[in-house]
């Protein structure tokens, strides 16, 4: 018992080890795919009314982050406002609302997606 205990206590924490860098990893990877969405954004605006986008992500970004989806959606869209939300709900990546449209790029919906969640 002993040995077994002395093996797989060590075995369960590289087991966290690798879970926590590789949701860390697919968290980066899931906004920078949303970024790269954002830049090649086109959108018909049907009004003269600036465009209110919603971020939402499941921890605050960090300020370079922000400052970058920023920069891109006042290029594409002067006037647009963007607000920054969290939500621990969609568990990594990001999601973005715009008037009746949306970009989801989140570990949730990708789980979801591959039969992981319901």
Request: net charge positive; charged share 25%; with cysteine.
């Amino acid at each position: 018992m002993r040995i077994l205990v002395q093996v797989l206590i060590p075995q369960l924490i590289v087991i966290a080890i690798i879970v926590l860098v590789l949701k860390k990893t697919l968290d980066k990877m899931l906004i920078d795919m949303a970024i790269k969405k954002l830049a090649l954004l086109e959108y018909e605006k049907k009004s003269a009314d600036p465009i209110q986008f919603i971020v939402t992500s499941h921890k605050e970004l960090r300020p370079a982050r922000q400052e970058n989806i920023q920069k891109i959606l006042t290029k594409n869209f002067p006037g647009a406002q963007v607000l920054f939300h969290q939500d621990k709900k969609i568990l990594g990546g990001i999601m973005i609302k715009y008037d009746q449209s949306s970009m989801d790029c989140s570990l949730r919906t990708r789980l979801k997606e591959g039969g992981f969640l319901k």
